[in-house]
């Protein structure tokens, strides 16, 4: 499987709520680069890490692919459910993959943290 091919099937799972969680290697790297910036090395401790993020995912947008090689950019645009009934809001984030086998190895996410406040 190309790179491009994992990460458009991970975002199509993703948008289908199912089984998006194949799509990563077990000894994947995640890294958030908010501000402070934060690393996550495996893929259960990315998942515990994020199941929260996950949870409010409304919908997801891959906007553009930007592929070379075993690496990827994906531009995307999530729609994000607050808890307790607030109206949801829209999130563009940059996502840089790194794709080993037909599996996502590692992650780094780029957004504006002030809406998640």
């Not at 190309?2 to 969680?21: C, G, M, N």
């Amino acid at each position: 499987m190309t790179t491009r091919e994992t990460v458009e099937r991970y975002f199509d799972q993703l948008a289908a709520k199912s089984a998006w969680q194949e799509s990563f290697a077990d000894d994947m790297t995640f890294t958030s680069r908010t501000s402070p910036t934060k690393e996550v090395k495996g893929k259960a401790a990315y998942l515990e890490a994020t199941k929260r993020f996950y949870s409010t995912i409304r919908s997801v947008e891959l906007r553009q692919l930007l592929v070379d090689g075993p690496r990827a950019v994906a531009l995307t645009r999530y729609e994000i459910q607050q808890p307790g009934g607030k109206p949801s809001f829209m999130s563009d984030v940059a996502e840089v993959f790194s794709v080993n086998g037909g599996r996502i190895d590692s992650l780094a996410i780029y957004f504006d943290s002030a809406p998640y406040r």
